[in-house]
């Protein structure tokens, strides 16, 4: 079910300035002089953080860390949400926008990764460092250059750290944000994600599972002649590879991993593999889902039927680990043109990626939102050997402050 | 390629008595009154012996216990040949027939194994209790019985303990044994393996493979169009799965296990599977193996044709981990009546059963052979659970001891 915007949040749509451009005066002028002036404190915020272990579902210690530092800030009605999520509030008038900028807390690392940072020139390495250290990073930044401008914004700003937004989490933090936290207040949501100056408009959703095939298993000579759980399995898998998809919308579909059987003379009493599906097009990723499922089934079904004689009949189990919602924007909507000109300002051309990310749900749920890439030239996310070049990397940091006072508006 | 017998062992077996009948003479009758009366001592070196660890190729320290037992038995030549078989000869007359008695030192238990043996009446547990620490102690209370009633055989015995009988072992201790320790010497085989009173005349065969797909692998989403390796490995299974074969012979094949992949997001770079494909009749047997191969390949141009516009090829790699020859016997061979014959005298009616042993090397050169139980009760061989019960044991050895004199006569 999608559900419809909160009545509140329409109104302030409607109020809201579509796409204004930022005014050229003297205190944006200081704000961005100010980022530019301090990128060298952000980046040392950005490796602070990162020394700060985050694996998933354990983000706690960095939340702790990236709370501390909104409370110097000054941000109001700091805290930690019931799943872990950090909020501070930089308030703006009633009945105007109210803006997320987020970036996400956790990493891909489990418990005990060396998450030292290591400086070479202007490139740092360690793992999240881009990933989203950075995000989190520019987020101070930005409230920080604020301040130093004595700007205030029509709309209020809300800045977040989410947890979950990485493989397992499932995007539990920002669900949380829209489903109980901020629910029916947000009109615009910025995540701030990896580096770069990518622009994402288009949420890929994904269907994840988790597919199992049981039996009593047995020995492979003297049981055979009963159905084989990774034979049903392979069945599975060679129909799913001749699914047909279309090309425009991009969808796509892959078994990523097998498992099943301890033994080369046993046959297994369970094969089970994990599957992702994915699209920008929630109908087309539907339709792909339907089919996927009767794949599944008439696996088991004919591996049954291979073996009539037999008294034993597999069974399937299919769970579903991860749904992210897909949707798509137009590619003139207000809120991608308001990045643009924020960018153009800086020399910035974004490229459109789509993507899976934090604003997945705010999109599937028909709110402006954008994931926007946080400077600088990142190598390697998701791997240990995870770099970050910080070259002209202040660029990232004015292409976010200056799309959010775009949709803030100042006063 | 099957050797033809050595001229040397074809004229022995024209003149070793064909099934004899062993005479019902004083000695034999007092050496097996003597393995009736000493069978609380076969078992308590069965204890001995299986509480020695002999874990998949690291035999070494079993079998020097075992070749120590041998030299107190006063057998000649004792030795522990090149790949760790233990040998020791109880010398006959020249001319006549060469009888191998052999059971296996390994286990299919690694190191570290608790293979402390628990007793509990009549019950023992302890893995490898039966399978085969039955087999060794018998071929000892064999040579203790012979001694004691001063039998002196025709033909020679050869009292043998192999190793890699299990699994990845591949039978590599009697391979050893008839390509160059024994090479053209043995006339007959018999392998005491395992408990009960089974009699193995059939060899099952087995062609065992590891098959591993194999591409660059990459995003789920971003990377996807490409050839997927475990979208290839699925596309073999499912024809194997679907692959028909006779009844009788039996033929059986089972994918025992599939692996692949690191992640639900990523494109495998690699997915793999172990086969098992076994049968008593050898023709059976390679006309299966030449429909797996051929569905192996089958399935990596299927997967490669369905993404025409990739430059990427997966490749296959097919491995060859295991091959134990086939062979059968007529069910009123010499050596099957000569078994027959020695259980009759004891009451003891053995059932047949196909299976895949030592026996499979000289059954598939042609050398009469057999694999024979060792008595008493055994269950859960190959689990840490395994027990055998020794109530009535003394026959098993009783069993082999007959056998023996049947085959080599008495002098």
């Not at 040392?44 to 860390?65: G, T």
């Not at 087309?284 to 079904?301: E, G, K, N, P, T």
């Not at 643009?340 to 028909?366: C, E, K, M």
Request: aromatic share 4%; with cysteine; hydrophobic share 40%.
């Amino acid at each position: 079910m999608r559900p419809t915007l909160h009545a509140v949040v329409a109104a302030a749509l409607l109020a809201a300035p579509a796409a204004a451009q930022v005014p050229d005066d003297a205190r944006v002028r200081q704000a961005l002089a100010y980022a530019a002036r301090t990128e060298a404190q952000t980046i040392d915020e950005q490796v602070a953080l990162c020394e700060i272990e985050a694996p998933p579902f354990k983000e706690a210690r960095r939340a702790a860390d990236f709370r501390r530092r909104m409370e110097a800030l000054g941000l109001r009605n700091v805290r930690i949400d019931s799943v872990g999520n950090v909020i501070g509030e930089r308030p703006g008038e009633p009945g105007q926008p109210v803006i997320v900028i987020s970036g996400h807390l956790d990493t891909v690392f489990p418990e005990g990764t060396d998450v030292r940072v290591r400086r070479e020139g202007t490139l740092l390495r360690g793992p999240g460092i881009g990933d989203d250290c950075r995000g989190l990073a520019v987020l101070l930044a930005v409230a920080r250059a604020l301040d130093d401008a004595r700007i205030r914004t029509r709309g209020t700003v809300l800045f977040v750290g989410t947890v979950g937004e990485e493989g397992a989490g499932n995007l539990r933090g920002v669900r949380h944000l829209f489903e109980k936290e901020l629910r029916g207040r947000v009109t615009h949501f910025i995540s701030v994600d990896d580096t770069g100056y990518e622009l994402t408009k288009d949420a890929v959703g994904s269907y994840r599972y988790r597919v199992a095939y049981k039996g009593p298993g047995g020995h492979s000579y003297g049981a055979f002649g009963m159905p084989n759980p990774v034979h049903a399995l392979g069945r599975a898998i060679a129909r799913i590879a001749d699914l047909q998809v279309p090309t425009e919308p991009k969808v796509t579909f892959s078994v990523g991993v097998v498992e099943g059987g301890t033994s080369v003379n046993a046959i297994a009493a369970e094969a089970s593999m994990l599957v992702d599906m994915r699209s920008v097009a929630p109908a087309a990723l539907d339709s792909l889902d339907r089919r996927f499922h009767s794949a599944v089934r008439q696996a088991v079904d004919d591996e049954n039927a291979r073996w009539p004689e037999s008294t034993v009949r597999l069974t399937v189990e299919v769970e579903r680990t991860g749904t992210r919602p897909a949707g798509t924007q137009p590619d003139d909507a207000a809120i991608v043109r308001a990045a643009r000109a924020a960018g153009q300002r800086l020399g910035i051309d974004p490229h459109l990626t789509p993507s899976s990310t934090d604003a997945n749900i705010p999109i599937s749920l028909g709110i402006p939102s954008l994931t926007i890439g946080a400077g600088g030239k990142g190598e390697g996310a998701h791997s240990l050997a995870e770099s970050w070049d910080s070259q002209g990397s202040e660029k990232g940091t004015q292409w976010v402050l200056l799309l959010v006072l775009g949709l803030a508006g100042v006063r």
